[in-house]
């Protein structure tokens, strides 16, 4: 590897570093990235992990919907304030109702994350298929 490529991975791993450090989970950018068809990252894919554990029963295993709506279309609609603010309180609707999930400390401390593989669904990065964890 050239002596410029090297720099330039360690200014971008330092930077990434401090944007981690610098804010809290809740308020960081969400973001997620899909390669080769299916493959996300470590984020989003542990997001798609909690939701297939947490949420996937009423909503889809990849989010499409069931007894609760379709999340990766819902996203198009509400904003990630929503979003953070229905999963912990839950909501009660003309479609049925959602528990709060306030009390359950996986879900919210990694809410972000579930977020994430969400969007990537909403946005069309990955369709209604298993992802895989990019290496
Ligand atoms: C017991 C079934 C059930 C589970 C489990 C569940 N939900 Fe829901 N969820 C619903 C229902 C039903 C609604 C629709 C409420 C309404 O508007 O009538 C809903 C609505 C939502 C909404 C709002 C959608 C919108 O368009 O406003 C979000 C966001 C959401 N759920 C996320 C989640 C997440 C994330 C999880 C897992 C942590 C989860 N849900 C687990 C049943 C469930």
């Not at 969400?30 to 297939?52: I, P």
């Not at 949420?55 to 990630?80: E, F, W």
Request: net charge positive.
């Amino acid at each position: 590897m050239k002596l410029n490529n090297k720099l330039i991975m360690l200014l971008s791993a330092a930077s990434l570093a401090l944007g981690l450090a610098s804010l809290p989970s809740y308020a960081e950018d969400v973001t997620y990235t899909v390669t080769n068809g299916n493959e996300m990252d470590a984020n989003s894919y542990n997001g798609f992990k909690l939701f297939r554990n947490w949420c996937a029963r009423c909503h889809g295993t990849y989010g499409q919907g069931m007894v609760g709506p379709n999340l990766a279309d819902s996203l198009k609609l509400i904003s990630k304030e929503e979003f953070y603010n229905t999963v912990q309180n839950g909501k009660v609707g003309t479609i049925g109702s959602m528990p709060a999930w306030k009390e359950n400390t996986e879900v919210m401390e990694n809410s972000d994350k579930i977020y994430a593989y969400l969007k990537a669904r909403s946005d069309g990065a990955i369709g209604v298929e298993k992802p895989k964890k990019a290496k």
